[in-house]
């Protein structure tokens, strides 16, 4: 089962920074946190992941909280094709872990 | 690089018929995986393969629902007889193993099905 908790929906105006939140107080000490988006139509994609430490890459920044009970997935400026559910899932890393998906963020960039 | 490679991408039967849907994950990815996403949910996990092992099929509804991965490369899901609250799309995916480390998954487009 998905183990955290986000907004069904949000929106972002283009050219601003877009901010989603995840809470996953249950998080144990070996579980990543996963970012995956998926445009209509299409397969999820996958964003960013990070463990306990800030990352950031071409696409998005991720910033975890110091107790890493929550998250933030960062779009620095975002786009009409930034527009997606959002998925934000925690993993374990031994062996069959397994990624679970919740009901994400819907983000609409507005023009 | 090729991604991962699924058909086909529409599927249109009556209830009580069977279908299978076909995976081709990326080359050298030893773990597939098959999910079934309903309109408006998040995808659900149905069986996890790592090489042609199974590592979970705890939510795979045994019943009607079968999947195989012969050599441990391709893979084919199955479904015998297809009910109405199967219509959905399924996704394929696939990813490295990596011991220790946290491995992405690479989602196919998927293959939408519509029971009638």
């Known amino acids: 089962d998905a183990k955290t908790t986000q907004p069904p929906s949000m929106d972002c105006a283009e050219g601003r920074a877009a901010n989603l939140p995840c809470n996953h107080s249950t998080i144990s000490g070996n579980e990543y946190v996963y970012w995956y988006r998926q445009i209509h139509s299409q397969g999820p994609q996958y964003i960013i992941h990070?463990?306990?430490n800030n990352e950031t890459n071409e696409m998005a920044s991720l910033i975890i909280t110091e107790d890493r009970k929550s998250s933030t997935l960062i779009l620095p400026h975002a786009t009409l094709r930034d527009t997606a559910v959002y998925y934000c899932?925690?993993?374990?890393?031994?062996?069959?872990?397994?990624?679970?998906f919740g009901t994400g963020t819907s983000l609409t960039v507005i023009p | 690089e090729a991604g991962v490679a699924q058909s086909p991408r529409y599927k249109i039967i009556e209830k009580r018929q069977s279908v299978a849907f076909w995976c081709n994950p990326i080359?050298?990815?030893?773990?597939l995986y098959w999910y079934q996403q309903i309109l408006g949910q998040g995808p659900k996990l149905l069986i996890q393969?790592?090489?042609?092992?199974?590592?979970?099929d705890s939510q795979l509804p045994k019943d009607r629902f079968s999947a195989e991965r012969l050599k441990g490369v391709d893979s084919t899901l199955k479904i015998q007889p297809a009910k109405l609250e199967d219509s959905a799309v399924y996704l394929c995916?696939?990813?490295?193993?990596?011991?220790?480390?946290?491995?992405?998954?690479?989602f196919g487009e998927g293959s939408r099905l519509t029971v009638l």
């Open positions: 080359s050298g990815h030893a773990t």
């Open positions: 995916a696939s990813s490295l193993v990596v011991t220790g480390g946290a491995g992405e998954l690479f």
């Open positions: 899932i925690v993993r374990a890393t031994n062996t069959g872990n397994q990624f679970y």
């Open positions: 393969f790592q090489n042609n092992g199974v590592v979970d």
């Open positions: 990070g463990l306990k």
